[in-house]
């Protein structure tokens, strides 16, 4: 049977058109769609006759018109194929209108209280992407990569990743995790403490679902990381948002009764300040005080240019109410979707259950290359890379914008591969937002990183994707369209 021969069950219901012409809708429809490939031959005649009941002559007559319409081409003893030509052409907009040929939606949603990613889905094609966690795909360490990769896939390494772990995770990645990473942050852990995750992110959904059966609030840095936001209202946490200054999270403005508060001390996100070793602290003390546990998101923690890097609040923890979220994805890439959780073994035993709900484990090939790429000093070697190009663009960045964009206010921060900007009060960054998208600019917007979404005078430049010899050109784009609205 031709492959592509299910998609075209019975003919449309068009009485007022021939047979012929039901025919060409058919596959015209199919075509507009992209249901089918210009690679795989149509239905030959005799098979697309038996299939809608017409004659042979019909079907030949419908493909004879839709050749000349530039629609199909014929191949000789090859069958009929879509024209390639179709492909470059760009897709048609789906408004759902049923005028257009799309059908309604049997179920209607209300509102989403989650904060999408708003960017373009072409965001690499713009001139200044300075958005939020996109690295630069050039820092990627591919030959090193596809060494792990290679000894990985060797066969007497089969049997580590072809088989269901279930709920458990590479014994080698756990180690790596333990010896390597949380090492060079001071942090001891047992390996059931760890556990392996699908990045930041997926940890924030296991935590969410995990807590959401205790009737207490859960606490986050406001402005702060909108995944998180997203993460514990899908689970159905009642959230509340604690104001930050220039240190961080602010531990006497937690309310009592919240079970969780959510802090990124090593570079609060969106601000990109680092939390001081006196308020790290009192944020410990405050979560002994309140009866309250702490959810620390390590963010961009190596990414440190003027200053060392501070020590986590997992390691100053004695009394294990510190969860540690560490991610690979800003340092190796995003795409790997891998990350780590540290926390008390009985939240671990916990959060795997969890986790083994949602998707059982992450992909254990992966979880294998990556003990191999850390083992064999491949991750040393690029981490060192990349502070190294990121410094600069860092240093390139703060310079632009002390020069150009300086009617607006600059948190200082001593790393990270982003900046916190604000303007007055009335000043729409939304607005400077969509005026820059037309110039090539892309910039995320402040109004994002609020719980009520309610201030409209922030915006982030993320830089870690945009050559250095842009950024300056791209800073004063976006300093001529902060004039024109200031």
């Known amino acids: 049977m031709n492959d592509l021969l299910p998609l075209f069950r019975k003919l449309p219901d068009s009485p007022n058109l021939s047979r012929r012409d039901q025919v060409c809708e058919l596959v015209s429809a199919a075509i507009s769609a992209r249901a089918v490939s210009p690679h795989v031959p149509l239905p030959s005649c ?40 179709m492909f470059t052409l760009p897709e048609t907009p789906e408004s759902g209108s049923a005028d257009e040929g799309q059908t309604r939606s049997p179920i209607t949603f209300r509102p989403s209280p989650l ?33 792990c990769s290679r000894l990985a896939l060797g066969r007497k390494n089969v049997t580590l990743w072809t088989g269901d772990s279930v709920e458990s995770d590479s014994p080698y990645l756990i180690e790596q995790v333990r010896q390597r990473l949380l090492s060079s942050r001071g942090i001891v852990a ?10 930041a992110q997926n940890a924030l959904s296991v ?24 993460a514990f209202r899908m689970a159905g946490n009642r959230l509340v948002g604690v104001p930050i200054d220039r240190n961080g999270i602010i531990p006497s403005a937690i309310p009592n009764g919240v079970k969780l508060v959510f802090t990124t ?44 890097s501070s020590p986590p609040l997992r390691s100053m ?39 083994g709900t949602m998707f059982r484990h992450p992909p254990t090939l992966i979880q294998e290359v990556v003990a191999l790429f850390i083992r064999l000093g491949y991750f040393d070697a690029h981490l060192r890379n990349i502070e190294r190009r990121y410094k600069r663009r860092w240093q390139t960045m703060r310079n632009a914008i002390s020069t150009h964009l300086g009617m607006l206010n600059q948190y ?43 201030k409209k005078n922030g915006l982030r430049l993320g830089f870690a994707f945009v050559p250095v010899e842009k950024l300056e050109e791209g800073i004063k784009v976006i300093a001529e369209e902060v004039r024109k609205l200031m």
């Open 46 to 85: 005799r098979q697309m006759a038996e299939q809608l009941g017409v004659s042979r002559n019909t079907i030949f007559a419908a493909y004879s018109r839709l050749i000349d319409l530039g629609l199909i081409v014929a191949r000789d003893r090859s069958g009929y194929y879509v024209n390639r030509d």
């Open 412 to 454: 200082d921060n001593k790393g990270g591969t982003s900046f916190w900007l604000t303007g007055p009060d009335d000043f729409d960054a939304t607005l400077l937002q969509t005026r820059l998208r037309e110039r090539g600019v892309l910039i995320d917007r402040g109004q994002t990183y609020y719980l009520a979404q309610d």
């Open 317 to 355: 923890d004695r009394n294990q109410r510190v969860i540690y979220i560490g991610s690979l994805s800003k340092t190796v890439s995003p795409g790997l979707r891998i990350g780590f959780m540290v926390a008390h073994r009985d939240i671990i035993r916990e959060a795997r259950i969890v986790r």
């Open 190 to 199: 047992r390996s059931d403490e760890i556990l392996i995750t699908l990045g």
């Open 265 to 308: 001390p090593s570079h609060q996100f969106p601000t990109m300040v680092t939390m001081p070793a006196t308020r790290r602290a009192e944020l410990l003390d405050a979560a002994e005080n309140k009866d309250l546990l702490v959810i620390e998101d390590d963010y961009e923690a190596e990414m440190n240019f003027q200053t060392r």
């Open 115 to 147: 904060v999408p990613v708003d960017n373009p889905l072409d965001w690499r094609s713009y001139p200044y992407p300075f958005i939020y966690n996109q690295i630069d795909p050039d820092l990627f360490p591919v030959d090193d990569w596809r060494e």
């Open 207 to 230: 935590l969410g679902t995990l807590f959401a059966q205790f009737d207490r609030p859960i606490a986050l840095e406001d402005p702060g990381f909108f995944g998180a936001v997203n």
